[in-house]
């Protein structure tokens, strides 16, 4: 069974930066089209940026210029390297293969002064 682990999540200060990760144990993700979602409190989880095994990549409005999804060459993760953060980016991150329809667990980013 494919597990995805996220890492990288925490509190920051507006304006700040985070990179998350997302590893798969025993897999890689070559081939893949993988994701990053997010959910904030009372709110539907949103698509927040994709990459595709070609490296194209597409993201939110609400994201676009700050956030920046990534691979690495070997196909063990992708990261989501984030900047000048705002309270509206607080939520909970998640990353998706989308060809196997698996999600990681999450990891909690929280911005506030």
């Known amino acids: 069974q494919v597990q995805l682990v996220e890492s990288g999540g925490g509190l920051v200060k507006p304006g700040g930066s985070l990179t998350l990760s997302c590893e798969a144990s025993?897999?890689?993700?070559?081939?893949?089209?993988m994701a990053w979602y997010r959910r904030a409190p009372g709110k539907e989880r949103e698509l927040v940026a994709r990459?595709?095994?070609?490296?194209?990549?597409d993201y939110s409005d609400s994201v676009k210029g700050r956030f920046y999804i990534s691979r690495d060459k070997a196909g063990n993760g992708i990261y989501l390297r984030m900047v000048n953060l705002t309270p509206e980016d607080t939520a909970v991150y998640s990353c998706f293969v989308e060809e196997w329809g698996v999600w990681g667990q999450g990891t909690q980013v929280t911005v506030s002064s």
């Open positions: 990459i595709g095994d070609g490296h194209n990549t």
């Open positions: 025993k897999f890689t993700f070559r081939g893949l089209t």
